[in-house]
């Protein structure tokens, strides 16, 4: 905790824990922008998990880290480096898939593409590792910006935020349908003459902006605790695209507030309890998933029968 | 250049973990699992930090953590291959237990976590004594041979897993041995060019020779040659140039051998 405060304790009256979390400017702002980034690091999230990028969401997101040392560096404000970086680093993954796909089968895009990702991350990092070197200062501050903070996020920063949020949650909102079909089906979004390319390249830049916000909050190594853990854990649970979006943004929820709240009494550091809640709500959603899967084979026999013996479903972990 | 030690150690151990990231980063990118290979480089960073909070050899914790996280990834994948949600929220757990493990190193060590959390990070292969490099240049070596002696079965599993199932080729276990030499050749990497950066001579090596060569065996050797090209090149410009990080050096090496194999003309390329 930070100095010259007097050590908070917790009680087993709940709405006195609330009053002491919130009894300081900073635990408000926290909260705040922990709200924030996590409403919309659950949605962004839910298209990346389900269009199967999380490669490329975690390069972008440490992308924030060169573009941080970068803005140190050249003297400008860190939010104008790491969202810069976030858009170059998304542009770049963009360009790379488009020449992965076009090179002809499927697959060798796949293949192609995740040796293009690995390559623009660290290219970033060590381009970071310059900067880091060449502006010794920063060194401080290493630790919160891979690790995040809650500590010292100021009004001006929430505002930033909230339209950064709004941005992307807009904009989403116009492309969310096509998005999905494309995410689902590409070959009929194309045939049905959804522009696919321009969708795919939009997206990543979506994504390249709310992780970037993101990254403020948990870090740049561990975005993934907001970003694909409540997703993952939502899509296990549901099906349906509208209750899936909301249990994800719900999860998310209460990751973010039970973690600054935990760590706010304990002298342990935020992103130990943001990673360790979500990793503990993706096993529950799979073992809620896979106890499901089991229910419904057993409660409909006649509909297993029905099925070809040769098509399985797919268990969750596999 | 050479009459100093350093270069030397450096150069040692250098030559053997590029040739042994080139090797092994090859699969690696044939089998589209750089992601693997990434998440497994940064969790040889927790077991750096794990190392430092128990006071052990550094090298202990490297190998437990990444051949250990390497086995679990192998449990929870179908043919030994996790998917990509699974690797992300497991790693980043593990990585959230390494910021406790730094909280807890600041509050009981003698407080130099700051240049112990750069070090891991970002390597300092200027930094290895003559017994570290003897020991890493074996290590890199061993993983060498064994990634040549399953290279045949691994390319079979690896191009068309039924058919080489139906041949008796065990590809379970050879996807659970790729990924435990992906898990010694980060670990091996993370003390020379740092958790965060030795993803650079995995992928981008592997991926520049598979742009360039269809021929498996070619391809590997062309891998690991650049891996090893930019490394030389990149501790020697390092040198010359003071203020340019050797890690930086040897990573901006190896992007742009996989740009300048980005632009040269396409060949068929066997990539899955």
Redo the contacts between chains.
């Keep these: 905790m930070a100095i010259g405060m007097a050590e908070p304790t917790l009680t087993w009256n709940l709405a006195r824990d609330v009053e002491e979390l919130l009894r300081y400017r900073f635990m408000v702002h926290a909260f705040e922008a922990g709200t924030i980034v996590a409403v919309m690091a659950a949605i962004v999230g839910w298209y990346m998990v389900l269009r199967r990028q999380s490669f490329a969401g975690h390069t972008i997101a440490v992308m924030s880290f060169p573009g941080t040392a970068g803005a140190a560096l050249a003297g400008l404000p860190s939010a104008v480096g790491y969202y810069l970086a976030c858009g170059i680093a998304a542009l770049a993954i963009g360009r790379a898939r488009h020449a992965g796909t076009t090179a002809g089968r499927a697959g060798v895009g796949r293949s192609g593409e995740s040796a293009a990702i690995g390559v623009v991350q660290v290219a970033g990092l060590a381009l970071g590792f310059l900067f880091l070197s060449l502006y010794s200062g920063v060194l401080e501050q290493l630790e919160s910006l891979l690790f995040g903070t809650f500590l010292g996020i100021d009004s001006a920063q929430v505002l930033t935020l909230l339209i950064v949020a709004i941005v992307v949650l807009a904009a989403l909102a116009v492309v969310g349908r096509p998005l999905l079909l494309v995410s689902l089906d590409t070959e009929v979004a194309r045939a049905r003459g959804v522009p696919v390319r321009a969708l795919d390249v939009g997206f990543l830049l979506l994504l390249g902006l709310a992780v970037a916000a993101t990254t403020q909050i948990t870090g740049a190594l561990l975005v993934f605790a907001l970003l694909v853990a409540p997703p993952a854990a939502a899509q296990v649970l549901t099906a349906r695209p509208g209750r899936s979006l909301a249990l994800s943004v719900a999860l998310a929820l209460l990751i973010t507030w039970l973690a600054l709240s935990i760590s706010y009494f304990s002298p342990y550091p935020l992103g130990f309890f943001l990673t360790t809640l979500a990793i503990g709500v993706y096993v529950l959603a799979q073992l809620v998933g896979c106890a499901s899967a089991r229910a419904a084979r057993e409660r409909r026999p006649s509909a297993t029968v029905a099925r070809p013996p040769s098509t399985p479903s797919p268990l969750p972990f596999a | 250049m050479l009459s100093h030690e350093f270069i030397r150690n450096a150069y040692l151990a250098g030559t053997f973990v590029a040739l042994a990231c080139g090797v092994v980063g090859w699969f690696v990118?044939?089998?589209?699992?750089?992601?693997a290979?990434?998440a497994l480089s940064?969790v040889a960073f927790v077991g750096a930090i794990a190392a430092a909070v128990v006071g052990i050899d550094e090298r202990v914790g490297l190998f437990a953590l990444t051949l250990g996280f390497a086995a679990v990834m192998a449990g929870?994948?179908?043919r030994a291959q996790a998917?990509?949600?699974?690797?992300?929220?497991?790693?980043?757990?593990v990585?959230?237990?390494?910021?406790?493990l730094?909280?807890l190193l600041s509050?009981s060590a003698s407080g130099s976590n700051?240049l112990i959390?750069?070090n891991t990070?970002?390597g300092s292969i200027f930094g290895l004594s003559a017994g570290q490099s003897v020991v890493a240049a074996a290590i890199g070596f061993g993983v060498v041979l064994a990634s040549l002696a399953i290279a045949r079965p691994l390319l079979f599993a690896s191009v068309d897993a039924e058919i080489a199932t139906l041949h008796g080729v065990p590809v379970r276990a050879l996807g659970l041995g790729l990924l435990l030499l992906i898990g010694a050749v980060t670990a091996e990497g993370a003390q020379a060019i740092?958790a965060?950066?030795v993803?650079?001579l995995?992928?981008?090596p592997?991926?520049a020779a598979?742009?360039l060569t269809s021929r498996p065996y070619l391809g590997m050797g062309l891998s690991a040659a650049i891996a090893l090209v930019a490394m030389w090149g990149g501790i020697a410009l390092s040198y010359a140039i003071p203020?340019?990080?050797p890690?930086?050096a040897i990573?901006?090496l190896?992007?742009a051998s996989?740009l300048i194999a980005?632009l040269l003309p396409?060949v068929p390329?066997i990539?899955?």
């Design positions: 990118v044939l089998r589209g699992q750089v992601f290979g990434d940064h929870l994948g179908r998917d990509d949600v699974t690797i992300g929220v497991v790693f980043s757990w990585l959230g237990i390494g910021v406790l730094i909280a509050t700051g959390l750069a990070l970002f740092g965060l950066l993803l650079g995995i992928a981008a592997g991926g598979l742009k203020s340019l990080p890690s930086t990573i901006g190896a992007v996989y980005s396409r390329t990539a899955l």
